[in-house]
């Protein structure tokens, strides 16, 4: 029966866990915005409101480090066919300010703060960092996972679940553009120098596309998922890359967190057609906490989280639901067509058949509409049949305890340079519960693991040796011995989430880089 050999990729995934924006084309056109005049009439109102009137009445949104303006200070709009630069000077009433005009937002930024950097030897600020928060801009809901990337290079990084994300720049790469990409969203794109300093609220919107409903239905979703399993040779590539990531794991116990490990990795990513290697991890840096002492009755340890990392590229693996011999035991739907930067992508939902009993995925996956390659996947396993996996997750079970999966989910996405699809971001968030024998209250774990790829090399690839691998397949956390706050030095990390660095706080944990 084809649901027994399609669930090989499910399998090898269950066992992870174990118990114990747009450059103006004409400079005129930065102006044009600025010198218009408008007629305002609100009288006294907040500075935030100010804002957002602006933006209603010109169809520009602003884009801004929240430490420079206090959106609750009272300001007066009121004006009469008055240059809207002048009308930002006066609401705003800081002559360090200045304003730039991207597409259609108005970047507010320090003067001072623009200059491009030097390369000169000498200069004591060789790394410029960007931070900011990636939100919709109706609902100022963050936006997890987007694609913060350098237009030009591999290199960039992702938001986390807030909308946070952080970049650090090198002076040869000042006059790149930051590159923001999140699917059924509008790209942006901001130049590298008007970044420096500000923390920005960078606001993306959405796009709706108009398609007519027999359009959808005249599309095969059985073909496009097959087409896209046919393109993965010319999409991947042939020939390996070297790449550098982020990799980060922990355990919470209720809000308490258990252990919490991260790592800088490089990882030899093989080609993905005409090669018989596998890929390699070696671990360039690493730093964990436990918060786990003798008094605790019950543990819970993450198992072969940067081997899981690697079984998520789906491209490579291949998903359970993506080889034809495996899609019978699936009910695939076309449900959208959304916007993905500049190109379009079809939304596929699936779902696992009534008539298979073995628990398989159910998700969405997200395929260019031009070449077919997969952008994105989020699946889990069928919250109706995940009982029958408790044996596949729970090893090593503590004495008196029962403990079973209540939730399995996991989320990949890969990012397109120069018409070649490279991963980019894989997520694994987890929930168990456990209960000791014959008592009536539960327990409940968390466990996430997550690898966030910041730079990609094609150039002079070659392997690992053998005794600089990582054992990917043990418990990563028990491979480290301390947790260094001033860790990271020059290199890219995610933030944590808010309840992961209050969780943090509250081991009282000093983060050198969150200090600021």
Not at 221 to 242: C, M, R, V, W
Not at 272 to 297: A, H, L, P
Not at 385 to 396: E, G, P, V
Not at 444 to 465: G, H, M, Y
């Amino acid at each position: 029966m084809s649901s027994s050999n399609g669930n090989i990729l499910l399998k090898s995934l269950a066992i992870a866990f174990l118990l114990l924006m747009i450059f103006p084309q004409k400079a005129d056109c930065q102006k044009s915005i600025l010198d218009s005049t408008f007629t305002f009439s609100a009288g006294t109102i907040k500075t935030g409101n100010a804002l957002e009137m602006i933006t209603r009445q010109t169809g520009y949104n602003f884009t801004y480090d929240s430490r420079l303006i206090d959106q609750d200070k009272k300001t007066v709009l009121a004006f009469k066919n008055t240059k809207l630069g002048v009308v930002l000077d006066s609401i705003l009433k800081n002559d360090s300010l200045v304003f730039s005009v991207i597409d259609k937002y108005i970047i507010i930024s320090h003067a001072e703060r623009i200059q491009p950097l030097t390369t000169d030897s000498s200069d004591i600020f060789k790394i410029k960092y960007i931070t900011g928060k990636i939100l919709d801009d109706e609902t100022s809901e963050p936006l997890p996972f987007a694609t913060i990337a350098l237009k030009n290079r591999g290199k960039g990084t992702v938001s986390n679940n807030n909308g946070d994300f952080g970049l650090k720049i090198t002076p040869e790469l000042v006059n790149d553009t930051l590159s923001i990409s999140y699917l059924g969203y509008l790209g942006r794109e901001i130049p590298v120098k008007k970044a420096f300093g500000n923390n920005l609220t960078i606001l993306m919107k959405k796009e709706f596309i108009s398609i007519s409903e027999i359009i959808i239905k005249n599309q095969n979703p059985q073909e496009i998922i097959s087409h896209a399993f046919k393109a993965i040779p010319h999409n991947y590539g042939d020939t390996p890359a070297l790449m550098t990531g982020f990799y980060r794991e922990g355990v919470m116990k209720k809000s308490e967190l258990q252990t919490y490990s991260e790592a800088v990795l490089q990882i030899y990513k093989s080609a993905y057609s005409g090669t018989f290697f596998g890929d390699q991890i070696k671990v360039y840096k690493s730093r964990k906490i436990e918060n786990i002492d003798r008094s605790d009755t019950l543990a819970v340890r993450l198992k072969a989280g940067l081997s899981t990392c690697l079984e998520l590229d789906g491209a490579k693996t291949i998903f359970d639901f993506l080889p034809r011999a495996g899609m019978n035991d699936y009910v695939y739907r076309l449900t959208d067509i959304v916007t993905y930067d500049e190109e379009t992508a079809y939304v596929i939902e699936f779902e696992q058949r009534d008539t298979v009993e073995l628990p398989l995925f159910k998700g969405v996956i997200y395929i260019n509409t031009t070449d077919y390659g997969m952008l994105n996947a989020e699946f889990e396993i069928n919250p109706r049949l995940i009982h029958k996996m408790k044996n596949s997750f729970i090893t090593a079970s503590s004495r008196g305890f029962d403990t079973w999966p209540v939730s399995v989910k996991y989320s990949v996405s890969y990012r397109k340079m120069k018409n070649r699809y490279f991963l980019n971001h894989v997520r694994g968030d987890l929930l168990f519960t456990s209960n000791q024998k014959k008592r009536l209250f539960h327990t409940q774990f968390k466990v996430f693991f997550e690898l966030a790829i910041t730079e990609t090399e094609l150039n002079n690839v070659s392997r690992f040796d053998r005794e600089e691998l990582a054992p990917i397949h043990s418990i990563f956390s028990k491979t480290i011995s301390k947790y260094d706050p001033l860790f990271w030095g020059n290199q890219d990390f995610l933030r944590p989430e808010d309840n992961l660095l209050q969780a943090l706080k509250n081991m009282n944990v000093k983060l050198q880089e969150f200090s600021k």
